[in-house]
């Protein structure tokens, strides 16, 4: 496996990494650097699929990746070894048993301790390429909780950030970072929901999305043992 792809654990069944920020999950017609999913095939465990073996199709064309982190959060990620782990943790995701933890950096401070987000989501009206808070979107829920504040001084003056802890109930395209957007408390970094300015003031300090997935709890496909899987903190998040 290559040398950026750091593994949390591994059995005959799963795969648990820590995907760096930066990295492309899935391959498309819009990206053509290489992808973790390039990654488990040429390097890893699923070069199995050569052997013409006859696999679930599903299985085969998303390698085995159970679900998706967007390309610069950072963070837990489950890959399925067979295709009976991968079916059954498919249906995990699906009937919202997995616990899923983030943690993130936000713009301004947050006032209160504990924050849940009930806002639909789906495509913007006015901008199709970008997904928004729309009234007939579908359910997205997400729970914030205030970890603590951080000012940073910048030429002279005082930003105000804030860590938060992010649970997210749901798991929608990009539903943190509309979320927390939505309330006034963008992510640093985020060069798609955060306005102009604050990305200027974000570029002298951070060099990332300031989200990662630092906890993954589910049920071992064959064990059925309840696991909590983590990704520590990468260095930026240590304000």
Known sequence: MQ???????????ILVINKPSGLVV???????GRTLQDILEEDYFLKSLESGVNLDEEYVNRSGIVHRLDKDTSGVLVAAKTPEA???LQKEF???????EYIAVVHNRVEDEIIEINA???????TPLKIAVVSDGKPAFTKVEKIKEVEIELEANKITYTLVKVLPKTGR????????????????GDTIYCSNNLLKV??????????????LSFTHPKTHEFQR???PLPKEFLL
């Open 120 to 126: 639909p989501l789906g495509r913007n009206p006015n």
């Open 202 to 215: 974000d570029e002298n300090l951070f060099k990332r999305l300031m989200l990662h997935a630092r906890f």
């Open 173 to 188: 395209t990009h539903q943190i970072r509309i979320h927390l957007a939505a309330i006034g408390h963008p992510i640093a």
């Open 86 to 88: 991968f079916q059954f």
């Open 3 to 13: 040398k950026e792809i750091e593994k949390i654990y591994e059995d005959g069944i």
């Open 26 to 32: 899935n391959r498309s017609n819009t990206n053509s």
């Open 94 to 100: 699906k009937e919202r048993n997995i616990l899923k």
């Open 229 to 231: 899987f983590e990704a």
